[in-house]
């Protein structure tokens, strides 16, 4: 079993930068694939970026150019790092892991955090 626990969202401007970051504990991290997505109020949770153990990555459309995602496995931390913001990406930001093979499908993700507010000011 794996925990997720994010951590750093918050209030920032339009415009501006916000790293957030999922600490793994339970078992081993490094073989795990891991995702973020993010619900706003009303709205489905969305996909947001993933990363395979391997370090390969893959952006949703609204986010490309913008967000980065990276993992250290030494850490177990997977991290995602904001800029650009707009208010549009205001939401409930979730870490998510698995051993899936298409990393945008949520339904295929085993184990979620609790989730970090982001508020994204115009």
């Known amino acids: 079993q794996v925990q997720l626990v994010e951590s750093g969202g918050g209030l920032v401007q339009a415009e501006g930068s916000l790293r957030l970051s999922c600490a793994a504990s339970?078992?081993?991290?490094?073989?795990?694939?891991m995702g973020w997505f993010r619900q706003a109020p009303g709205k489905e949770r969305e996909f947001v970026a993933a990363i395979r153990w391997t370090g390969g990555t893959l952006y949703a459309d609204s986010v490309k150019g913008r967000f980065t995602i990276s993992r250290d496995n030494a850490k177990n931390t997977v991290s995602l790092q904001m800029s650009t913001l707009k208010p549009e990406d205001t939401a409930v930001y979730y870490c998510a892991a698995g051993r899936v093979l298409v990393l945008n499908n949520q339904k295929d993700y085993d184990y979620w955090g609790q989730g970090t507010q982001v508020t994204v000011s115009s």
């Open positions: 339970g078992r081993t991290f490094s073989n795990y694939n």
